[in-house]
């Protein structure tokens, strides 16, 4: 549980710097305007969804923090045996980040008010993405004809339920990607469309970040770091 | 802080207040039902809660009949009990407590208390309530399948949870269990995340952070511990359904089942009790939190004074929220864990009392020489003290370690926890309805009545739960369904038991006289105007009573002042809303 702790020590140090600017320690009952000091404004200027987006992402980081931190206690009992890494996994890996890029690319693109450059930047990011997905299926069917199945050990175990819930969120992604693009696609005004291209593209960085570490997960490098920490710790 | 030279914020006009842009129901459906407006959204996530809260009363009037009377009703056996015991333990903490104040209360006071139109992502809202209700039907269905509801204790402790020892542990109860926690899980972030963003984004103009209500800053600091503790269970849940139908062992350890080797093997029960108390320590103040901030505000309004100390209340609900995440452990004492993580939680746990006792010491200063009115609000917001004081000492019992194992499996600890979550919440869940039902009916409750309600479930609470301390120390162990003939409990014990029983039947039955008072109410009730308790916080000074769609009429209001300027020296009133510029001395008419 302690993967879950250096996380919300991490949550916990935004907040903090957050709170910081808040003006916590002003002493609201001596502070009354009258009618011609305008009070203060008192929102971000931030766009709310982009907030919105940030808190559901934290919600995101917490919830495949629990299932690594479980994944490293449940690691530490006697009948684990680690699994074979499929090799199309790279592959994916590699679809994922062509994904990511993509996105990247149509951020731009909509802010330099390029259409056609945006559209072509979208439908790549669908295609790998969906790639991503399928060659995740096809990973998990290596594993099953090689007589991985799931309840065999709770390294299989762990692999699909961790694998799924990932391919779950980004299957989401991809229906919010899907109605941009559409919505791109019969002629929307770039700027209605720019906000969700760059929420998708903050939630396509964030998948593939969770991602990569699940894949150092599942190879082995975390285990090789964790023992490092553990180390220097002792 | 009250002249930050204008356009020192240049990405909104100054003079105006970026509006959400409304949403407009089109027809009885979309404005009654499938409603993006909190307002009905939290109506209907109260009505639902209270309604699946009968149920569970309904649950503990059956154990306790069982308790006293055992036999009496044929119908209910050792499985029954258990599976009582669990229904009634988790949709009290969970589909009662957790969705009636965050998703009740959240939704009709966030908006309005801070001046905004509706919540940011009404959509997310709507579905929030769907999958909220969906989750307490699957729950409800628990009772219909074949082998009945789980039995597994609302901790749901795996391996016995999903054994065939335990009710509903090879049939559906489990399963549907765990599934409809995970709708509440998916159903709750979708509102969560509306109440977090709406305050940090939807404030009105003036509403800085320090000048929001503590009933605001009680529900948002719980929102956002909901938020990270809730994926907790949400992962457990997962797991253990995993294990249950997919055959995984992630929690179930070897084991031998009516001389068969299970499939399962190698898993960790402690795993799972991690993850559990991850989440499950939190929760305890995901309830207290909002009972908090709100009980400050029933204080200060019903005794027309300031509250004491404004900002140390608002730092020890950020420091509760933040230190009780850090002290999980200190249920699992018993699972072997190195000493020096013992001493760390065992510390923390200590350290959560001082925000606590701050709060207590805060209320009980707000109150004296106050202009106490002891109006219904007022009166169960003092119930609310008196039984979180009295749950707090036995809690210091309980705290120490030698007390602790003794005491641990008996009535004792369930009187305690009752006190404290169930008892005290309750008082404020009730305080708070009584307060706001005038705002959102736009009547008086029935002052009679409402006083009659209070005495029987207050004195009534006390008669059940103070001889139940005493059961415990005499050894009566909890999760037991009959006693049957033991050497060390005396025959008193039955004559006790049969009085709490007497008791909670009629605590319960007045909880009708409650509901009764709610409804006739509705119709009868005194026409409350817009403002009856003259308080100064924004969702009193609406156009409306109810408050229309939109809650503000054209304008948003702008907010000039702390909430709390009850009985200034001076005002030609004994409260200055918020929304009152200084210098401004002409009162205003309260809106009707
Ligand atoms: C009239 C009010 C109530 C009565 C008479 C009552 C009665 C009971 C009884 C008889 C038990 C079983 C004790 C045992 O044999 O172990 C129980 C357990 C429990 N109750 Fe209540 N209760 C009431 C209200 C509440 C409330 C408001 C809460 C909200 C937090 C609550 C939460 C629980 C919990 C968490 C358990 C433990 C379940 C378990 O052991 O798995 N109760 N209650
Ligand atoms: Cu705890």
Redesign the pocket.
């Known amino acids: 549980m302690s993967t879950i702790l250096v996380f919300l020590a991490g949550l916990a140090v935004i907040i903090t710097w957050w709170m910081a600017q808040q003006r916590l320690s002003s002493k609201p009952w001596l502070e009354a305007n009258g009618i011609h000091d305008i009070p203060v404004l008192t929102r971000s200027a931030v766009a709310t969804e982009k907030i919105g987006l940030g808190v559901f992402l934290a919600i995101v980081g917490a919830l495949f923090t629990l299932f690594i931190s479980a994944y490293f206690m449940r690691m530490g009992l006697q009948d684990w045996w680690a699994i074979p890494l499929p090799r199309i996994l790279w592959l994916n890996t590699g679809m994922l980040v062509i994904g990511s890029a993509a996105l990247h690319w149509a951020k731009m693109e909509v802010v330099r008010n390029n259409g056609n450059a945006l559209k072509l930047a979208l439908v790549t990011a669908l295609a790998a993405t969906t790639g991503f997905l399928i060659g995740q299926l096809f990973a998990w069917k290596e594993l099953v004809t090689a007589g991985y199945v799931i309840a065999d050990n709770p390294a299989n175990s762990f692999f699909y339920l961790i694998t799924g819930m990932h391919g779950l969120h980004i299957l989401g992604g991809l229906f919010v990607l899907s109605r941009t693009t559409s919505r791109v696609w019969e002629g929307a005004a770039l700027a209605k469309v720019r906000l969700s291209t760059e929420l998708c593209t903050i939630y396509w960085h964030f998948m593939l970040v969770v991602w990569l570490v699940l894949f150092a997960l599942f190879a082995g490098w975390a285990n090789d770091f964790v023992a490092i920490c553990r180390q220097v710790l002792n | 802080m009250a002249n930050i030279p204008a356009g020192i914020d240049d990405t909104v006009p100054l003079a105006e207040v970026a509006d959400v842009e409304l949403y407009h129901p089109k027809s009885w459906w979309t404005t009654y039902v499938f409603s993006q407006d909190a307002k009905v959204i939290a109506i209907q996530y109260s009505l639902t809660a209270i309604s699946i809260?009968f149920v569970?009363?309904v649950l503990?009037?059956l154990?306790?009949i069982q308790?006293a009377f055992p036999g009496a009703l044929s119908f209910i056996d050792a499985e029954h009990?258990y599976q009582?015991?669990?229904m009634?333990?988790?949709i009290?903490?969970i589909y009662?407590?957790t969705a009636l104040f965050l998703g009740g209360f959240g939704n009709y006071l966030i908006p309005l208390m801070l001046g905004a139109r509706d919540m940011v992502f009404p959509y997310a809202n709507m579905l929030s309530y769907w999958l909220y209700l969906l989750a307490v039907l699957v729950l409800v269905a628990g009772f219909f399948v074949p082998g009945g509801p789980t039995g597994a204790?609302?901790?749901l402790y795996p391996p016995q949870s999903i054994l065939s020892g335990t009710p509903g542990g090879k049939d559906w109860g489990i399963i549907l269990m765990l599934t409809s926690l995970i709708l509440f899980i998916i159903g709750f972030t979708m509102g969560g995340l509306n109440y977090v963003v709406t305050v940090l984004q939807g404030r009105t103009r003036g509403m800085t952070l320090m000048r929001m209500p503590l009933t605001i800053w009680g529900i948002f600091t719980a929102t956002v511990m909901a938020l990270l503790a809730f994926p907790a269970l949400f992962v457990a849940s997962v797991m253990m359904l995993f294990d249950r139908v997919l055959g995984t062992s992630f929690f179930m350890p070897t084991i031998v089942e009516m001389g068969e080797h299970l499939k399962n093997g190698g898993g960790s029960p402690i795993l799972f009790q991690h993850l559990f108390w991850f989440f499950g320590h939190p929760e305890v103040y995901i309830?207290a939190l909002p009972a908090f901030g709100i009980v400050s505000d029933l204080i200060s309004t019903h005794a027309r004074k300031n509250i004491f100390g404004y900002r140390m209340m608002v730092w020890a609900i950020v420091g509760i929220g933040a230190l009780s995440f850090v002290v999980w452990a200190h249920h699992m004492y018993v699972s072997g864990m190195n000493p020096k993580f013992g001493f760390f939680f065992a510390t923390t746990t200590l350290i959560i009392a001082v925000p606590t006792a701050i709060k207590v010491y805060n209320w009980v200063l707000t109150l004296w020489r106050g202009d106490i009115h002891l109006t219904l609000p007022m009166l169960f917001a003092l119930g609310f003290m008196v039984t979180f004081v009295n749950g707090g000492l036995t809690g210091l019992f309980l705290g120490n370690v030698v007390v602790d194992v003794p005491l641990a499996k008996t009535?004792f600890v369930?009187a305690h926890?009752?006190m404290v979550?169930?008892?005290a919440?309750?008082m404020v869940v009730f305080g708070a309805i009584c307060h706001w039902y005038p705002k959102v009916t736009g009547r008086m409750l029935d002052e009679t009545l409402g006083r009659v309600h209070f005495f029987v479930t207050f004195v009534?609470?006390y008669a059940?739960f103070f001889p139940m301390h005493y059961l415990g120390l005499l050894g009566v162990?909890?999760?037991?369904?009959e006693l049957g003939d033991t050497a060390f409990i005396p025959p008193s014990v039955q004559a006790l038991n049969e009085f709490?029983t007497i008791m909670?039947l009629i605590?319960?039955a007045a909880q009708i006289l409650f509901l009764f008072n709610l409804a006739w109410s509705l119709r009868r009730g005194k026409e409350a105007g817009g403002n009856p308790w003259r308080a100064t916080t924004l969702e009193w000074q609406t156009p409306q009573t109810p408050p229309a769609h939109g809650n503000w009429g054209k304008e948003l209001p702008v907010v000039y002042r702390w909430a709390y300027d009850y009985s200034v020296p001076g005002a030609a009133q004994d409260f200055i809303p918020q929304n009152q510029p200084n210098g401004d001395r002409i009162s205003r008419e309260p809106a009707s």
């Open positions: 809260g569970a009363l503990s009037w154990m306790r308790l009990y009582f015991i669990t009634h333990g988790m009290m903490v009662l407590l204790g609302w901790t309830v009535l369930v926890f009752h979550m169930g008892v919440p309750i009534g609470a059940i162990p909890r999760r037991y369904s709490i909670a605590v319960g």
